[in-house]
């Protein structure tokens, strides 16, 4: 009898092992980029930029190890890399909180830790330390790949536009008044975003309210200073700054119809000269818009908004060339 229990026993805890082994079988396995790495379109699916470019951001990241971790303790179960990875598949694709703990096999406090912790991470080394730092490019630069586009405008350092991303209605009274953009019908928040001829988004500003035009936010983020005399600033006509112009600095919008009924020759030739040098504007906007995190900001990223948007620009600029012509002779080394 002895035996024969045994020998039972023995057949329980194979067949429960086995169904065991079924079970993670069946189980997919944990997100990493080794799944992705080779495949690229996965690659751009996840991330927005090819594997040599996200190793090329990794390899920056690891450089600034350890990082200080949002929530105070450090998460050890997934790779930098993975974490990278993780922190970017927000970004592009604005997968929930739980989605990505299943993906990664983590909780989601550890998926809110790691995004927080990396939007900061790549805030301070995108943001801070290259687009912030080098600033504007000189007259002298921008000439040296200045496209077909704007061979009508030789002395365009930037053309500027701004952008809106709706968000959660604020709980105060007064923010909700000064987030209301009558433009969208919405509680929204607004950047200023500039590009240089080239295509290379070299400016973003803060986010203000939604209800602060474009003139005030062109006033109040001082890009007007990192301009010389001689330069050109390309923009629409919502931007009418010429009174706050530098002495010697140049505007050009779209003339205004005005009491006329139609536009004359000139001024017709001239609104399709700047649309033609300014699309490359809106094109790199819906580029930054394309990171579905900007779809809308909830509440509880709110304090983390501005660094979101900024990361996101410095992004764009780690894709392919904005223009054809700059592609052609783009070099990733």
């Given amino acids: 009898m002895c035996v024969a229990e045994n ?11 086995e169904t065991k082994s079924q079970e993670l079988e069946a189980k997919p396995p944990r997100m990493s980029i080794e799944r992705i790495a080779d495949d690229p379109k996965k690659m751009l699916l996840y991330t927005s930029f090819t594997y040599d470019v996200f190793k090329f951001l990794c390899n920056t990241v690891d450089r600034f190890q350890p990082l ?12 930098s890399e993975d974490q990278l990875l993780l922190t970017l598949m927000k970004l592009t694709m604005n997968c929930k909180d739980l989605d990505l703990a299943e993906r990664f096999c983590i909780s989601k406090t550890s998926v809110s830790n790691i995004f927080h912790t990396y939007v900061c991470a790549l805030h301070e080394i995108l943001f801070d ?79 203000y309210p939604g209800s602060v035009s474009d003139a005030a936010i062109v006033e109040h983020s001082s890009i007007l200073r990192q301009f010389c005399p001689g330069d050109l600033i390309l923009a629409d006509k919502g931007f009418n700054i010429y009174d706050k112009l530098p002495q010697g600095v140049h505007l050009n919008i779209p003339p205004f119809l005005g009491q006329k009924q139609h536009f004359t020759k000139q ?14 504007v809106e094109r790199a906007n819906e580029r930054i818009k394309n990171y579905n995190v900007l779809d809308h900001i909830p509440a509880k990223y709110r304090s983390l908004s501005t660094k979101i948007f900024q990361v996101c620009v410095c992004l764009v600029n780690l894709q392919s060339p904005l223009l054809n012509e700059i592609a052609e002779n783009y070099v990733l080394y």
């Fill in 7 to 17: 020998v039972r026993q023995c057949r329980e805890q194979i067949a429960m092992l």
């Fill in 68 to 79: 200080t971790y949002y929530c105070g303790w450090r998460v050890t179960s997934v790779s």
């Fill in 267 to 280: 001024e017709a030739e001239m609104c399709f000269k700047i649309a033609r040098s300014r699309i490359h």
């Fill in 129 to 207: 330390g290259i687009l912030q730092s080098i600033g504007i490019p000189s007259q002298c630069k921008c000439k040296g790949s200045m496209p077909k586009s704007f061979e009508a405008f030789p002395t365009a350092r930037i053309a500027i536009d701004c952008t809106e991303i709706t968000q959660d209605v604020p709980t105060e009274l007064h923010a909700q008044s000064l987030s209301y953009s009558s433009y969208k019908s919405r509680h929204t928040v607004k950047a200023l975003t500039g590009v240089a001829p080239n295509g290379t988004l070299v400016y973003t500003s803060y986010l």
